[in-house]
């Protein structure tokens, strides 16, 4: 069965998607139900995004007043953002969003109206380009951009970098804490430690839909984290209605507080995560407490920093962006934030010999090779998505 | 049988204080950790203002998020008690005097948001600004349109409760006298409704500054942010004690304001010649009889 | 918007002009028109949203303003799934956590209203005061108190390990949640069933004791009868806002084994990108909630009734 065939079979089955694609239909003129006009770039298939506006033009002035920024929690470091105030004269405000989809859909109804993005990733960008949200960068006030990842100059999702410009790299695989779990219980299906029930009660997993049906799906052995397939999803759903019938697993972003501060054992979640928990250990616990399982077949990505098209400073967004790729200031940024920045200079190498990660999270950094071998996670059609986000409410609402 | 009767009223007591230390000491405690010296909200590192005023990034005074989330509750509070106040009399008085199958819509309409749960209001105020309302930005706008159509109806039963409680006949008397109906509204009937509408006041601010659900449905980020938006969004997180600082402001905001309402009923009443006391004023804010 | 307006006002003016002067009609209006907008017409919004289609793209929904062209497909969906389907396990926590936290509330809080109302003698304006206190104590406050306190190494859990209970208190354990939605609630029972038990006449209870009844018949034979309206309506009171709690749960609990409904409508609405399914939910909860709803306004507007006669 093609993948045409497919979504068509889904239309007829499903009733809601039935009228997403009869909506289309009248809408496009197109019969076809699988285009959906989204530019989704994969490695095999990178995308080139449509520009419907200029950028800004060069040498412009910055703005004077406030730059509204919106992030997730605990992702820039303050003193970072205390710098570039006092540099810049502005004020910087953050706002904080916890899921992809969520920012997405206030940002598409005005809740949030910032003038900057970071840490958005491409398995939402192909919606932020089709709602018509991001403009394009003007690279001339974004010198530092030679500074990132060379493989990630014109990324796949983003070819030339005509909207984005990377801003972390991670690896998903499960945090724990050593004192309570050995290395060896990761030795074969890593995964099943988590499905163990001994760690009832003490267990996450991340609270965005596609990283923790993906790691499912990798349990089962079905590594194409970007899956059509619905016997696949509806198998990671079940899986994890077992998993929290065993477990009861916490459904947050939060393993970076609640491993250290000993609430869980064991947490799916972020490699970055891990560097971030170090700085919430008590004061008197060892840091090799913490530990990382990074899985060999695995998610392996980078986030990045896009600006709006209805910025309102967008000079000044040009300019954090250009800040947080400067080496000294990501290295800072990193002290608080503890993920890597997606930077040439800023090595694995360089990282270990700060001396500031211990031995047992040295697993949890992404090396260019794990990144080379690293799993992507792209933007879905909307018709494959509905059945990934139904496999996902029946997991959380328990 | 006495004996009896003694045996129970004893056990009666015990669970009532019991109740009342169960309701209260966990409070307590938390307050008294935001005085604590590390950055734990659970184990007890010795004495500090640290959270209070003396850290420079993270204590609540000097961040500027909280300050921010501070102001941000003021305003919205003030603001809500501007529009709420004057439309709430005046629909208490209005909806109290007319009568027929309006009175009976107007009566329903003004009861229903006293007992809808706070979730549907804000779910339903969200989407009608986010699809039909658009021109109301989410933001303060939104929250402070949420805040007066949820408080509405708390005002009105207070005043109400008043006017029912004063009678008709000051006002008829007025009218005897050759006041116009307008004139004995607003020289007679206003004047007495005083305990009522200071009641109002310290009922609003208390539901608009504490208020979470709404206020959390109608905002927009962190330009909109209120206390309460800040501490649930970080109870989760690995907040320090600042949060239990923060927290414990607003618990003494609220107190404050309760306070000098109590404290302004009473006196009120007693140059007024009325009885009571605190008394009476405690029955005003809580609408109970004691 | 001139058209309707006028009628209104009309409308609200002449009935019983007589009767009525419109001085007191015009004061009604502001106030009238504001929840007319600003709470009626919300919830047909939510229905346009609840009956709407859904953008093929986003997901988002797109209301349908016109009833005519109303589209129950998802309803359809949502409701199987509520009764049948994986939401059912939500609507039945909800109903069973309410129903339990109900019950404990009542089993505490009416003994305590029941002291308060009869024996508490001199102490009364203290305790009275003391048992307000924690309505002015913010929620989220009270809660933030408990998660402190039940934290791995919090004082009650370090204190419970002591009698050799080691409880994660905070891993999604329901009776965490049943007792949250208790601490948070009950004050707000306590208070009306105070006043309803204040109200009552009790010399017929003493006249019952006198003529025989012992102290257990009376309450059953006497006591409960005359307070049963006041017991049912604090009930409803504090029934209704557990219906749509979400931060209880959210703060004490976060897992998905303890979702309630309100949790889930603040997912769909907050969190997703699918608020279609949170309007939905929002319909089905208000539809539950309408029959304590129009109980209890039936029984406060003839409590009203006689206060005013």
């Known amino acids: 069965m093609g993948r045409r065939d497919f979504l068509r079979n889904l239309a007829i089955t499903s009733g809601a998607i039935t009228i997403g694609g009869s909506l289309l239909a009248a809408c496009g003129g197109s019969s076809s139900t699988e285009s959906s006009g989204l530019s989704i770039g994969t490695p095999q298939n990178p995308v080139k995004l449509p520009v419907t506006t200029d950028a800004i033009a060069d040498g412009l002035p910055n703005e004077s007043g406030t730059l509204e920024v919106l992030n997730w929690a605990d992702y820039q470091n303050p003193e970072s953002i205390a710098i570039f105030e006092k540099e810049f004269g502005c004020k910087v405000v953050t706002s904080i969003y916890d899921t992809e989809e969520a920012a997405i859909a206030k940002l598409r109804n005005g809740t949030f109206k910032p003038d900057l993005i970071l840490g958005m990733t491409d398995t939402g960008l192909a919606k932020l380009i089709a709602a018509d949200l991001l403009q394009p960068l003007n690279k001339s006030y974004i010198p530092n951009f030679g500074n990132v990842i060379s493989g990630l100059r014109s990324p796949y999702y983003d070819l030339d970098s005509q909207y984005t410009v990377p801003y972390f790299i991670y690896g998903n695989g499960i945090g724990y804490r050593t004192d309570r779990i050995d290395k060896n219980a990761f030795a074969s299906n890593g995964y099943d430690t988590l499905w163990d029930s001994q760690f009832k009660g003490k267990a996450g997993v991340l609270d965005s839909y596609r990283d923790t049906l993906t790691m499912a799906m990798f349990r089962a052995g079905n590594f194409d984290a970007n899956t059509a397939d619905a016997a696949i999803i509806q198998k990671a759903g079940d899986d994890l209605v077992a998993l929290r019938e065993a477990t009861n697993p916490k459904v947050d972003i939060l393993a970076y507080t609640e491993i250290p501060s000993g609430n869980r054992d064991i947490n799916f979640t972020w490699s970055g995560d891990l560097f971030t928990a170090l700085q919430y250990l008590p004061e008197n616990e060892a840091p090799d407490v913490l530990g990382f399982w990074y899985p060999e077949k695995t998610v392996a990505k980078n986030d990045f920093m896009c600006i709006t098209k209805s910025a309102k400073a967008p000079v000044l967004a040009h300019q954090l962006i250009n800040f947080l790729s400067d080496t000294d200031n990501a290295l800072l940024n990193r002290e608080y934030v503890g993920y890597q920045p997606a930077l040439e200079s800023i090595t694995v190498d360089l990282l270990i010999s700060s001396g500031t990660i211990p031995e047992s999270l040295i697993d949890a950094l992404v090396t260019p090779e794990k990144y080379e071998a690293g799993l992507a996670q792209v933007s879905l059609e909307p018709a494959v998505d509905a059945l990934w986000l139904d496999q996902w409410t029946r997991f959380t609402a328990g | 049988m006495a004996h009896a009767t003694n045996h129970r009223n004893l056990s009666l007591k015990f669970l009532i204080w019991g109740y009342i230390i169960w309701s209260l000491v966990p409070v307590l405690i938390a307050v008294i950790y935001s005085f604590n010296d590390g950055r734990s909200r659970t184990v007890w590192q010795g004495f500090s203002l640290r959270w209070w005023i003396t850290d420079p990034y993270a204590s609540i005074f000097r961040n500027d998020e909280t300050r921010n989330a501070i102001s941000n509750s003021l305003v919205l509070a003030f603001a809500t008690i501007l529009v709420v106040t004057p439309l709430g009399i005046a629909l208490a008085i209005g909806s109290q005097r007319i009568r027929g199958r309006s009175a009976n819509f107007v009566q329903g309409l003004t009861s229903t948001p006293l007992i809808t749960p706070e979730i549907v209001v804000g779910a339903a105020l969200l989407l009608t600004f986010t699809r039909l309302f658009t021109a109301v930005p989410l933001g303060f706008v939104a929250q402070l349109l949420g805040n007066v159509t949820f408080s509405l109806a708390s005002v009105v039963v207070i005043v109400r409760a008043r006017l029912v409680s004063i009678g008709a006949s000051f006002e008829e008397a007025a009218r005897d006298l050759g006041a116009t109906r307008w004139q004995a509204l607003r020289f007679v009937l206003l004047p007495m409704l005083w305990p009522s509408v200071m009641a109002s006041l310290v009922v609003v601010f208390a539901t608009v500054i504490d208020d979470f659900v709404i206020t959390s449905f109608l905002s927009a980020g962190v330009s909109s942010e209120t206390v309460p938006l800040r501490i649930y969004s970080s109870v989760r997180g690995g907040a320090t004690p600042a949060l239990n600082a923060l927290a414990t402001l607003l618990v003494l905001t609220s107190f404050a304001v309760l306070i000098i309402g109590l404290f302004g009923l009473s006196t009120w009443r007693k140059r007024h010649g009325e009885r009571g006391g605190l008394r009476a004023a405690l029955a005003d804010v809580t609408q109970i009889n004691s | ?309």
């Not at chain 3, 309410?98 to 089993?107: E, G, I, N, Q, W």
């Open chain 3, 1 to 309: 918007m001139a058209r309707p307006m006028d009628t209104l006002y009309r409308w609200l003016t002449q009935i019983k002009l007589n009767k009525s002067p419109r001085l007191w009609a015009g004061f009604a209006i502001p106030g009238t028109v504001w929840l007319i907008v600003l709470f009626a017409i919300p919830f047909y919004a939510v229905a346009c949203v609840a009956f709407g289609t859904i953008d093929p793209v986003f997901r988002d929904a797109v209301p349908q303003w016109n009833p005519l062209s109303w589209n129950f497909v998802q309803a359809q969906q949502i409701f199987t799934s509520l009764a049948t389907g994986p939401l059912q396990g939500v609507a039945i926590r909800t109903v069973v956590y309410v129903v339990c936290a109900m019950s404990l509330s009542f089993v505490i809080g009416f003994p305590i209203a029941y002291f308060l109302a009869r024996h508490a003698g001199k102490r009364k304006i203290l305790l009275l005061v003391l048992i307000i206190v924690p309505f002015w104590v913010n929620y989220l406050m009270r809660m933030l108190a408990w998660v402190n306190l039940l934290s791995v190494d919090g004082l009650f859990t370090r204190f419970m390990r002591i009698f050799g209970v080691n409880y994660n208190w905070l891993d999604g354990s329901p009776i965490t949640v049943i007792l949250g939605l208790v601490y948070g609630y009950i004050p707000f029972l306590i208070l009306p069933l105070y006043a309803t038990l204040e109200r009552l006449d009790w010399r017929l209870v003493d006249a019952a004791r006198d003529l025989g009844a012992n102290s257990r018949q009376a309450f059953r034979l006497v006591t409960l009868p005359m307070s049963k309206a006041g017991l049912v309506a604090a009930g409803i009171l504090i029934a209704l806002p557990m219906f749509g709690d979400y931060y209880t749960n959210d703060l004490l609990s976060r897992s998905p084994s303890t979702e309630m409904i309100g949790n889930q409508i603040d997912f769909f609405l907050n969190a997703s990108s699918q608020p279609q399914n949170g309007a939905l939910l929002v319909l089905a909860l208000s539809l539950f909630l309408l029959l304590f709803m129009s109980f209890y306004l039936r029984s406060t507007r003839q409590q009203t009734r006689q206060v005013t006669r």
